[in-house]
């Protein structure tokens, strides 16, 4: 017997998929049933019909003023507008996961169109082949600066990137020796960007056409054929299967979920298949697995930006950066440590103070119109339920539902002036433990 599709299985689809769970979007979930819900995330397309625009990053305003294609900062600021405006939000999360995946620093880097280029490179393949992801990324400018790959010469090999494509990117650590390396960083000499005429090229003087060994399989390797090798590893689809895991599903996955996992990534031609088969699965909508990720700042953010429509701020990426996590400045090539990292005390008192500001700029409008009114016989936890799955966070806690009703009663729900109690229950909410996971 498969998995109810009610609410709560919706609720914790849309939460693990995207940013921000509303009721129009659960509606018509509701009505397509779950193979056409996943069908359309994965794909890309809206849930509800609705058309999103994107519109060019010129056109762009935040804080009233337009952003600038050479400020990183003004950048991070628009990867979040899209963020909170697409209509296809799993394949913002999913390049937000390469991103995570493949971490490649604005700091080293010091070239903003390679971070965007970057960017789109992990937004085209966000669903699409792994294998042919870790070709593009190899030859990625950006990667290739950060990881000093951009200077890879026959004689003088540099095993940075070969060390990190094995470790971080396709097969985990204990999974190949320090030869191997070795061998993996002959293989890919030959490789240059220059930055000057923005030219990726290949010099087949450069490349060491020697006979190696690597995992086992000796032959005249390039940066394909090595990448193959890499593809015939068990390793490789028990290691990603875990990150997908722990990304969408669980901090602890199960040896045997794993291994079913890792078993469709090594039959399936690409990741959306993959993901498709996860969010099918009843294992999936277990109740131990609901609401038990913590939600990274960027999530956070986004959620609460997409439930109030505020207008974009650059003190919004700024705010995420204050909770831990920095659009195209991950901390090192390993990426976010996530989970419980995300709750440290500064981080924690950042999410306290985004939520702060952004009930002041909840618009009185907003509060005035239908989905924020209740009849006048309501009662305290009414409005409380109503404004929490307004801002995204449906089930709360007996507790939190207490503690928020008590404050709705005292300071709105009998008075004629409400706007000022109803922004502060929604601050509350946004504070509440429940609002800080998915």
């Known amino acids: 017997m498969g998995a109810a599709w009610t609410e709560k299985e919706i609720v914790h689809l849309l939460n693990r998929t995207g940013f921000y769970v509303d009721k129009s979007s659960v509606s018509a979930c509701m009505d397509m049933g779950k193979e056409e819900t996943v069908r359309r995330l994965i794909a890309g397309e809206s849930l509800t019909g609705a058309a999103s625009e994107l519109l060019p990053l010129e056109q762009i305003k935040a804080d009233g003023k337009e952003l600038k294609v050479d400020s990183i900062g003004d950048q991070q600021t628009y990867w979040l507008h899209r963020m909170v405006t697409s209509e296809a939000p799993l394949i913002e999360k999913m390049t937000l996961f390469w991103h995570g995946h493949f ?70 650590i204990g999974n190949y020796t320090e030869q191997d390396i070795k061998e993996a960083a002959r293989a890919f000499t030959g490789w240059s960007y220059n930055k000057k005429l923005d030219e990726l090229k290949f010099n087949k003087g450069q490349h060491d056409n020697g006979s190696k060994t690597i995992l086992g399989e000796k032959g005249d390797f390039d940066e394909s054929s090595t990448v193959d090798v890499l593809f015939k590893q068990d390793a490789l689809s028990h290691f990603m299967a875990t990150k997908l ?18 078993s469709d990534f090594a039959n399936t031609k690409n990741v959306g298949e993959v993901l498709s088969r996860l969010f099918l699965s009843d294992a999936f909508y277990n109740a131990e697995h609901l609401v038990s990720l913590i939600k990274t700042p960027v999530e956070y953010v986004v959620g609460i930006l997409r439930a109030f429509r505020i207008p974009m701020s650059k003190g919004f990426a700024q705010a995420s950066r204050k909770m831990g996590q920095e659009l195209y400045l991950p901390p090192d090539v390993a990426g976010w440590r996530g989970g419980t990292a995300w709750l440290m005390t500064t981080s924690l008192l950042a999410r306290y103070q985004f939520a702060e500001s952004v009930a002041k700029r909840i618009n009185n409008t907003l509060l005035t119109s239908k989905d924020y009114k209740l009849e006048s016989t309501a009662a305290a936890e009414d409005w409380v339920s109503q404004y929490a799955q307004n801002a995204g966070v449906w089930y709360l806690g007996e507790q939190t539902s207490q503690v928020l009703a008590k404050y709705a009663d005292e300071t709105f729900v009998h008075s004629t002036q409400k706007a000022a109690g109803m922004k502060g229950l929604l601050q509350l909410i946004m504070l509440s433990p429940e609002a800080q996971m998915k």
């Open 103 to 172: 971490a490649t620093s604005y700091q080293k880097v010091k070239e903003i169109p390679l971070m965007i280029r970057q960017n789109e490179l992990f937004r085209k393949y966000a669903m699409g082949s792994f294998h042919d992801l870790v070709l593009e990324v190899g030859k990625d400018p950006a990667m290739m600066l950060y990881l000093d790959s951009n200077n890879n010469k026959k004689g003088k090999p540099n095993e940075n990137y070969a060390r990190e494509v094995m470790e971080l990117f396709t097969l985990g």
């Open 245 to 262: 895991l722990k990304f969408f599903a669980t901090d602890e996955p199960s040896e045997e979920w794993v291994n079913q996992v890792a």
